[in-house]
């Protein structure tokens, strides 16, 4: 099955600055790769999602990038708010036969934005 | 209704004891998922509904893990004879059509097995 891996683990970064997660896929059919937010205690919201036809895509503050060459896409976000804090979690879907639908994670990314 | 609800939000049970997990839908989703989340760990799929067809089991990690969508919309999962290594939270998800992959996920239940 599909592989995700994500990286880094643990992220710290300064109000304002700039924040960066990447992950990798093993599946080259892989098409659908989405990003959750997910904060202590809360459900995961997806902020924002990519298919294979696309390169980039963004959304305000948040952009995400895919490089279906390198099996690799990653999560930009801009001008980061301490609201920005929680863990992130990217995930791919191969989309066709009997895994339609569903979803494989990465480990997920904590994000701590300090004022 | 707005959202995916699930009950309980939390679960306590004594090893070897079963329990019942119930996962509401967003109204009319053809989908719906049972995804694993341990601790520090991301979400890992469990099972599959289109309606009340569970078209991948998979990932239930024994057969002491069954789910049932009898009527294509309230789903429940059942742990029987639970295990320390089965605590975790339980989330469900749905989606608006068949293999659509935005999923709505709820809050989850977190089970503890003592």
């Known amino acids: 099955g599909e592989n995700v891996e994500q990286h880094p683990s643990t992220l710290s970064v300064q109000e304002g600055d700039s924040a960066v997660i990447k992950c990798t896929y093993s599946?080259?059919?892989?098409?659908?790769f989405p990003w959750y937010k997910q904060e202590l205690g809360k459900r995961p919201q997806l902020i924002i999602d990519?298919?294979?036809?696309?390169g980039e895509k963004k959304d305000q503050r948040i952009a995400v990038t895919l490089n279906k060459t390198a099996k690799h896409f990653s999560l930009h976000i801009t001008e980061t708010q301490p609201e920005d804090s929680a863990v992130y979690f990217c995930?791919?879907?191969?989309?066709?036969?009997?895994?339609?639908?569903?979803?494989?994670f990465g480990r997920g990314t904590q994000l701590t934005v300090w004022p | 209704g707005a959202g995916v609800s699930q009950s309980p939000r939390y679960k306590v049970a004594k090893r070897g004891q079963d329990v019942a997990l119930r996962c509401d839908p967003i109204?009319?989703?053809?989908?719906l998922f049972w995804y694993q989340q341990a601790l520090g760990q991301g979400p890992e799929f469990l099972t599959y509904?289109?309606?009340?067809?569970?078209?991948?089991k998979s990932g239930l990690p024994s057969d002491r893990f069954f789910a049932e969508r009898p009527e294509g919309s309230v789903s429940t999962l059942k742990i029987q004879r639970t295990q320390q290594e089965d605590s975790a939270v339980y989330l469900c998800?749905?989606?608006?059509?068949?293999?659509?992959?935005?999923?709505?996920f709820g809050s989850g239940t977190q089970l503890s097995v003592l």
């Open positions: 998800a749905s989606s608006r059509t068949e293999g659509r992959e935005k999923l709505f």
């Open positions: 599946d080259s059919a892989s098409n659908y």
């Open positions: 509904f289109q309606n009340e067809a569970q078209l991948d």
């Open positions: 995930a791919a879907s191969i989309g066709r036969g009997s895994t339609l639908g569903r979803l494989y």
């Open positions: 990519i298919r294979s036809n696309v």
């Open positions: 109204s009319g989703h053809v989908s």
